[in-house]
């Protein structure tokens, strides 16, 4: 056996030996001159377009077959900058028919080259000519069909203007791999590029390339991943009147934020706008995408629906979404009322930017919504933003155990903000309400609120010292806590010298409460607050001041009794810790043993003694010092001896 492979192997390696001899002698008879021909025509039957070659030409048939042009250019598009410059275009040869004096290109490979694509504001491009070249090389029955099956971009950079709307864009790093449809009518482009910074691998693929390149419909899919955006269409084109695109969207990023930003998007707002899904058919109409079965996630909250985008110069989202449960707390975790403290009006200036880049219409429901510490139930809301001018409505919500209606505006002049709301809050539990909506924790009860309000400021702060409009509220069956009015009324009867003791704990009950106030330029005026309960009615007048959040009022406070006993009162201070007192001359006049001290006030040689006597015996006077001062231990001395 050995000697007979030994015998077969002489004869194949003298075969072998003589080819090769037959190639080095083929390649020296080839013409170069026709090779180049060729190979240019070829190109130029596939660009429509005349080789320009500035550089040095390199030719070599073996051990590789390929031609190579050096700073080429390829000229036509109408535009003084050239549509194609390349610094190496190389074409790599069929091996078989080059023996055979036929000059086929296998591949092309395209070195450095920079693509230059010019928008015109008809909608066509530098590059239409040499598309219709395209579409006309390549249909069945064509004189020269193509014959090449690949063309390779190397370290490419595309630049595009639109000539309309001035915008540019680049594309850096180019490496694309094009595999062109020499036999089947499919093609596709596979590869990686940088643009804004980010290094993007895309794909796209076209079933019917002829069809798309004359503008018939077409299979079409396109991938594209990056770090801040992954994005996915399945379907089909077709380019005859206008670019028109139907199948299904798929998009995903970890920060829609920095997604927005990446693509040169507005940001809304500050807050929120972090992990984004959604996934839809879409219909697209030249610059409006229409989506339909849409399933949607932002931010943990999932919701589907129909959606409608247009950017015809100015960006239009129009959505109708309904969910389970919606948490819009992100959205507003940095916009607070109050400054940290909690004693004061939030000073820092609105961000109005957002209002002016986007149109929006929105119709959303839910099951159940969170904003903040609110829990609502089943919520309707519609929100309206155009030219500037945001529009919310409640249809109805569950909230507070009760129904709230209303809407809120925002429109923007400059850096202010204009603010008008209206909302009725329907048998909900006023102590839940008035604390998160107005601060005041010490009522309770169940009743209705009505609030009609007007502001004008670049900063919360701002909005409240302009704050025009009026709020009522109307109570049954429930509370004030931090006083009990009957038990001080009762010792107050006996007693009118007693001093109001310690009457700052407790609650005062009631049936039915009345609070009517109008507002303006941030004063709170009563026009009517009545507290009716079993044993005591209650009544106030005057004046709350909402920038520094500060009561300073009057009141009257009796007793449901035979007696009728009254006690006019007085409360100021701060709206979470008001001090309230009795009046200091009712109280002595009810004292036949101080009533003539009265008179005594008029001498001014004896008024401040008396006047301090009647602060001691009544308690009115101002809150005592702390206790380690001395003021403090004389006050507690003589409140014992008295």
Not at 458 to 475: E, M, N
Request: proline share 5%; charged share 20%.
């Amino acid at each position: 056996m050995a000697q007979g492979m030994k015998r077969l192997g002489t004869p194949i390696a003298a075969l072998l030996g003589v080819a090769l001899i037959a190639l080095i002698a083929s390649s020296w008879l080839i013409n170069r001159d026709a090779l180049r021909k060729a190979v240019e025509a070829q190109i130029r039957d596939v660009t429509g377009l005349e080789l320009n070659v500035a550089g040095s030409i390199d030719i070599s048939v073996l051990p590789a077959s390929y031609i190579s042009f050096h700073d080429v250019g390829l000229e036509g598009g109408g535009t003084s900058t050239p549509a194609l410059q390349v610094d190496v275009l190389t074409a790599n040869l069929r091996l078989l028919p080059l023996l055979l004096q036929r000059f086929e290109i296998a591949d092309l490979t395209l070195l450095r080259p920079r693509i230059h694509v010019s928008l015109k504001p008809d909608g066509e491009s530098n590059w239409t000519p040499f598309i219709q070249t395209i579409a006309r090389t390549m249909k069945p029955g064509a004189e020269n069909q193509v014959s090449f099956s690949e063309i390779r971009i190397q370290d490419g950079v595309l630049d595009y203007e639109d000539t309309a709307t001035h915008a540019t864009e680049k594309l850096e790093d180019i490496d694309l791999s094009l595999a062109w449809p020499s036999i089947s009518r499919s093609f596709a482009a596979t590869g990686q590029f940088d643009w804004r910074g980010e290094r993007v691998d895309g794909s796209i693929s076209f079933s019917d390339f002829v069809a798309a390149l004359s503008g018939d419909r077409s299979g079409l899919k396109v991938r594209i991943a990056s770090a801040p955006l992954k994005l996915a269409f399945d379907g089909s084109v077709a380019n005859r009147t206008s670019p028109m695109m139907e199948g299904t969207l798929t998009v995903d990023s970890p920060s829609l934020r920095n997604a927005l930003r990446w693509t040169g998007q507005p940001q809304p707002g500050s807050g929120g706008f972090g992990r984004f899904a959604l996934k839809a058919r879409a219909n697209v109409v030249g610059a409006s995408i229409a989506l339909t079965n849409v399933n949607v996630e932002l931010d943990g909250n999932a919701a589907e629906g129909v959606m409608t985008y247009a950017n015809n110069g100015r960006q239009t989202l129009q959505a109708t979404l309904a969910a389970d449960a919606l948490d819009f707390t992100p959205y507003i975790s940095t916009f607070r009322l109050l400054a940290s403290g909690a004693r004061d009006w939030n000073r820092q200036l609105f961000d109005l930017n957002g209002l002016s880049t986007t149109d929006l219409d929105m119709r959303l429901s839910a099951a159940k919504l969170t904003v903040g510490p609110t829990k609502l139930g089943r919520t309707a809301i519609g929100a309206n933003l155009r030219n500037g001018t945001l529009a919310l409505s409640v249809g109805e919500a569950q909230v507070y155990g009760g129904i709230a209606k209303g809407s809120f505006g925002i429109a923007r002049s400059d850096t202010v903000a204009d603010i008008k709301a209206q909302f009725q809050f329907t048998d909900v539990d006023l102590q839940a309400c008035a604390t998160e909506l107005f601060g005041l924790n010490k009522l309770s009860g169940r009743g209705n609120i009505n609030v009609s309000l007007l502001a004008s400021g670049s900063s919360p702060f701002g909005l409240v010292q302009s704050l025009d409009g009026s709020a009522t509220v109307t109570g049954h069956d429930g509370a004030i806590s931090g006083f009990n009015a009957e038990q001080l009324l009762k010792r107050l009867e006996r007693r009118p010298l007693s001093g109001g003791g310690n009457f700052r704990n407790g609650s005062t009950p009631y049936t039915n409460l009345t609070i009517a106030v109008k507002f303006s330029d941030g004063i709170a005026t009563a026009e009517d607050i009545r507290v009716e309960g079993p044993a005591t009615k209650i009544t106030l007048t005057g004046t709350a001041s909402v920038p520094t959040r500060e009561y300073d009022m009057k009141g009257v406070a009796s007793l449901n009794s035979a007696s009728g006993f009254e006690l006019p009162f007085v409360v100021q201070g701060p709206w979470d810790d008001p001090l309230i007192f009795p009046d200091p001359e009712s109280l002595i006049r009810r004292s036949p043993a101080s009533a003539p001290l009265l008179d005594m006030l008029k001498d001014r040689k004896g008024g401040d003694a008396v006047r301090s006597a009647i602060d001691r015996i009544t308690g009115s006077g101002k809150r005592p010092a702390p206790a380690e001062s001395p003021t403090a231990e004389n006050s507690k001395e003589s409140a014992k001896s008295n």
